[in-house]
């Protein structure tokens, strides 16, 4: 099954399978924002590019291909503002883990709430997930703050759970369950 709508309550937002013709948008996204997603993520680095950005677009498809990894793009009105996607998944336990970025201009509107919001119904809900996980740097308060709107609950801090560069970094792990997610609903 594809994974591509409108979000829930408005049309502006969009959700889409990465395709090999969304390159040049992803490509641009990303080296505007370099600085900005550097300062969390590893995959930005300095010298970011189209082939980078084709290539994690092929693995992407044989990923959601082989396995249903879901990797999206988050275009608003038409316009690439961010991605989200499953990292980590453990199929016999049927948990998985969120990643995401957006635009620094893109932030501050809530639209990743509503992007994650999107994502975990569809994971908790039709794939038969039981378990998703957001790990976010403590410090990446803007991250952390996306999983606590949606009421994941942090587990812990997972210590040196990420490498960023030569530095090993702790993680704040949040997490939901099928069921508290459709209580909650
Ligand atoms: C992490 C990241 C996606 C969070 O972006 P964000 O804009 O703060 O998150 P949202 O899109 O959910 O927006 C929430 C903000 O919009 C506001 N907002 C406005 N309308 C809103 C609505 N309808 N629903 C929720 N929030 C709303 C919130 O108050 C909040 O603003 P505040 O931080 O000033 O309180 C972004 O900072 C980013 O891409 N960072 C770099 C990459 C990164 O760190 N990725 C995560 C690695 S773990």
Redesign the pocket.
Request: glycine residues 14%; proline residues 0%.
């Given at each position: 099954m594809r994974f591509a709508h409108q979000l829930a309550g408005d049309g502006d937002l969009e959700l889409s399978p990465w395709e090999v013709d969304m390159a040049d948008a992803m490509t641009e996204v990303i080296v505007a924002n370099r600085e900005?997603?550097m300062?969390?993520?590893s995959w930005p680095t300095p010298d970011y590019n189209r082939d980078a950005a084709m290539a994690f677009i092929h693995q992407a498809q044989r990923q959601y291909a082989d396995e249903g990894i879901l990797a999206l793009g988050i275009w608003e009105r038409g316009v690439l503002v961010?991605g989200i996607g499953m990292n980590t998944t453990v199929w016999r336990t049927r948990s998985t883990a969120l990643?995401?970025?957006?635009a620094a201009s893109?932030?501050?509107?809530?639209?990743?709430?509503?992007a994650v919001r999107s994502v975990v119904d569809e994971l908790l809900g039709p794939r038969g997930f039981e378990r998703v996980v957001i790990?976010?740097?403590p410090e990446?308060r803007?991250?952390c703050?996306?999983a606590e709107?949606l009421g994941f609950r942090r587990e812990g801090v997972a210590r040196h759970a990420f490498r960023h560069g030569d530095r090993f970094i702790d993680w704040a792990v949040y997490a939901m369950l099928s069921e508290e997610w459709r209580n909650a609903r």
């Open positions: 900005h997603l300062r969390f993520l961010g990643g995401y970025w957006l893109a932030q501050g509107r809530g639209i990743m709430t509503r790990a976010a740097q990446n803007a991250s703050a996306v709107r």
